[in-house]
C-alpha cells in the first residue's frame, strides 16, 4: 500500500516536471518569434480612434458641480465673497431704513395745494367741515381757510373709497373662502392687540 502512495507521489512529480519543461519550452519559442505585423495602417487607425475616444469623455454630473463650484475650495476667494454679500445685505439694510426715516417724514407734513376762499352753501359747508374735521387736522373755529378745490377731492376720494369698499364687500361675501380666510385673519389680529 505504501508502495502504491509513492509510486503516484513520483508520478504526480515526475508530471508536474514534465508540465513545466514543457511551459519553458513554449516560454521560449514564443519569445523568439517575433509577430508578424500584416497592415499598420489598420492598427495606426484603431488607436487613433481609441485615443479620440478617451479625449471625447462625456461630462459627467460631478464633473460639471467640479467645475462651477471649484472656487469653494479656495479659501481667498470663499471669503471674499462672504465679505462682499456682507457687505452688500448692510448696504440694502442702510438704504431700506433711509427710505423709512424719509416715507416717516413725509407722512408727517401736510401739504396745501391752493388756498381759496370757500363761498358755498352752508349745509355744503357743514358736510365738508365734517369730513375734514374726521380726516384728523386741527384748526380754530374761527379761522377757516379751507379751498373749495380742496373740498371737493376729498370728497370725491372719500366717495371713490366708499364704492371701492362695497365691491370689495360684494367679492367676499360672493367667495366663501376667501370670507373664511379674512375671518381668521381678523381673528388674529385681534388677538395680538390684546396680546400687546
Not at 131 to 153: A, D, H, L, P, V
Request: no cysteine.
Amino acid at each position: 500500500m505504501q508502495g502504491k502512495i509513492f509510486l503516484k507521489r513520483l508520478k504526480n512529480i515526475y508530471n508536474k516536471k514534465m508540465e513545466n519543461e514543457k511551459y519553458i519550452k513554449v516560454l521560449n519559442i514564443l519569445r523568439k518569434s517575433k509577430p508578424v505585423l500584416g497592415s499598420t495602417d489598420n492598427i495606426e487607425k484603431e488607436v487613433i480612434k481609441r485615443i479620440a475616444r478617451v479625449h471625447q469623455s462625456r461630462l459627467n454630473l460631478s464633473e460639471v458641480i467640479d467645475f462651477l463650484f471649484g472656487w469653494v475650495y479656495i479659501g481667498w476667494v470663499r471669503r471674499s465673497l462672504i465679505t462682499a454679500s456682507i457687505v452688500l445685505v448692510l448696504v440694502f439694510v442702510y438704504q431700506q431704513s433711509i427710505i423709512l426715516k424719509r416715507i416717516d417724514f413725509l407722512s408727517r407734513q401736510t401739504v396745501v395745494i391752493d388756498r381759496e376762499n370757500v363761498s358755498t352753501h352752508e349745509d355744503e359747508i357743514e358736510k365738508k367741515l365734517l369730513i375734514y374735521k374726521n380726516s384728523g387736522r386741527r384748526f380754530s373755529s374761527k379761522t377757516i381757510t379751507i379751498s373749495e378745490k380742496q373740498m371737493k377731492e376729498l370728497l370725491e376720494s372719500v366717495n371713490e373709497l366708499q364704492i371701492k369698499y362695497k365691491d370689495l364687500e360684494n367679492l367676499i361675501e360672493e367667495d366663501p373662502e376667501l370670507k373664511k380666510l379674512i375671518e381668521k385673519k381678523l381673528i388674529e389680529n385681534n388677538r395680538t392687540k390684546i396680546n400687546l
